[in-house]
């Protein structure tokens, strides 16, 4: 009888210790959400940095020298997109340094977002900056209007 209460408060204990841990590893970015909101892309990665948490898909365009990312927030909100470049260096980043961090959203301009990649073995963050179909970077008051007759 014992020996049968001692397994069941063990499973019970068990169960009570699974969501706070999937809960941590999440967190600490040790393994993806189970689920994702809707509108977020199936490639996206999620990132908690702590205190900001998003999702993003970024990819390398090598024929035109950029990186292509959107990244949404926790709720599933699109909060930056666009065509990037490492600031300062007029190129893309390639395949092993884009692993993004953070991302800092421009308030009602998604498209002027920087997104900061994570530093390699200490080393120092870069940043993604935003950059027009040219390849220039684009200003954070910068604003494209489209008129709707295209």
Known sequence: ???RFLVVLAGVISLAL?????????????WQPFTRPAGVSKR????????????????VDAGRNVNAC?????????????????????????????T????HPYPGHPDLAWIYLAGRNGGPRRTLAPVNDSGE??????????TGDR
């Open 44 to 59: 996206a990665k999620y990132v908690d940095a702590f205190k900001r948490a998003a999702w993003f898909d970024c990819s």
């Open 70 to 98: 959107r990244a949404w927030d926790p709720d599933g909100n699109l909060i930056a997109f666009g065509n990037y470049r490492l600031e300062g260096q007029n190129r893309a980043a390639t395949a092993r340094e884009l």
């Open 18 to 30: 699974v969501r706070p841990a999937y809960l941590a590893g999440v967190s600490l970015n040790l």
């Open 137 to 146: 970077p684009l200003e954070k008051f910068e604003v494209h209007i489209s």
């Open 1 to 3: 009888m014992v020996k």
């Open 100 to 103: 993004p961090w953070e991302v």
